[in-house]
């Protein structure tokens, strides 16, 4: 999970709200469901102020291959919630409801227990989770509860996604047959640029994953460069 720093609505959502306030049926369902100009333009601008990856799982997204995700959900929202472009995530995958890639979003459906929920809009999200090399992820303090409920009911150490962080890190690194893997030098690099969107606007898919094995990478290099000690 990557800390997502909210945009301010986009136009077509403030112009919508403004008429709509009013209104006995001031819903999603009235507003951005029957309003597919809005909706486009919210939708993509998700995907593009988190950099094209899913809020839950870092998973690469386009608009053609996410949702959009309620933070409370739906049925939980108070009068005017679920339009509140804070309370809106651009989710993997298209379905919200399609639970066969075993992780996500769709797994969450109702819950909603804030004190027990790690948010992505919250800027320490990324502080509060561990991954090993294997892929896996764990509280990055083992007294962590919200960590551990946030993992547990979003499925996000799931052997789906676990394949999906592990293929990103073997390739990353090198760590693939008729590769070499990556030197110190190419090591500090990219970490250096890890937290930076291309060109495109894009991150890399999982970054937040390989920053954190980058720099265990890093000092575990450094310390096989150092000669032994002598002994006296």
Not at 190 to 209: A, E
Request: a positive charge; one cysteine or more.
């Amino acid at each position: 999970m990557r800390w997502i720093k909210k945009s301010r609505p986009p136009k077509l959502l403030r112009d919508w709200i403004a008429k709509a306030d009013q209104l006995t049926d001031f819903n999603y369902d009235y507003g951005l469901n029957s309003y597919p100009e809005a909706k486009k333009e919210v939708h993509d601008q998700l995907v593009v102020e988190q950099y094209f990856l899913c809020a839950y799982s870092g998973v690469e997204i386009t608009s053609e291959k996410s949702h959009i995700e309620h933070l409370k959900p739906r049925n939980k929202c108070e009068r005017g919630e679920d339009v509140d472009y804070l309370n809106l995530l651009a989710c993997f995958p298209v379905n919200g409801g399609d639970e066969t890639h075993g992780f996500g979003a769709p797994f969450k459906k109702g819950w909603w227990d804030p004190a027990n929920f790690v948010c992505p809009l919250d800027k320490n999200c990324e502080r509060r989770f561990s991954y090993s090399w294997s892929g896996k992820m764990k509280p990055a303090a083992n007294a962590d509860k919200p960590a551990s409920e946030t993992i547990k009911k979003l499925r996000l150490d799931s052997k789906g996604i676990v394949k999906y962080r592990l293929k990103a890190i073997k390739g990353f690194f090198g760590f693939v047959q008729g590769r070499e893997p990556i030197s110190l030098e190419e090591a500090a690099q990219l970490l250096s640029v890890i937290d930076r969107p291309n060109k495109s606007g894009r991150l890399t898919p999982f970054c937040f994953v390989l920053k954190q094995l980058l720099v265990v990478y890093i000092d575990d290099k450094k310390k096989k460069q150092k000669p032994p000690r002598k002994k006296r």
